[in-house]
């Protein structure tokens, strides 16, 4: 059974650094662009950040440009979102996300193919 399980989450200060994984069970994720997506209270899901499912391409929304950095080892079926310099507006219920288009996890489009559950990550001021 094909899932995603998101690990990492956790409180940290204002200028620190967190690092989450996505762990996927399934062969099909190794084939597939992978990505997160967050969601504060009362605010809608953004687009965090993708890559593509060589690892080759990577895309990231405004916010977190320049200081957060996604990667991905097909051997573990893992991804990572490195987070550094964080702000109190990072925290947010952090989603991993997979499908065959990136364009879709960028766009968080109803029709993806797997969501995880979320991991919770806090900053405080």
């Known amino acids: 059974q094909e899932q995603l399980v998101e690990s990492g989450g956790g409180s940290v200060q204002a200028g620190g650094s967190l690092r989450l994984s996505c762990a996927a069970s399934?062969?099909?994720?190794?084939?597939?662009?992978m990505g997160w997506c967050r969601q504060a209270p009362g605010k809608e899901r953004e687009f965090v950040a993708a890559?593509?499912?060589?690892?080759?391409?990577?895309s990231y929304g405004d916010s977190v440009k320049g200081r957060f950095t996604i990667s991905r080892d097909n051997v573990k079926n893992t991804i990572y979102l490195q987070m550094t310099s964080l702000k109190p507006e990072d925290t947010a219920v952090y989603y991993c996300a997979a499908d065959r288009w990136m364009l879709k996890i960028k766009t968080m489009d109803e029709s993806i193919g797997y969501w995880g559950r979320g991991t919770q990550v806090t900053v405080s001021s």
């Open positions: 399934g062969s099909t994720f190794s084939r597939y662009d």
């Open positions: 890559i593509s499912w060589n690892g080759g391409y990577a």
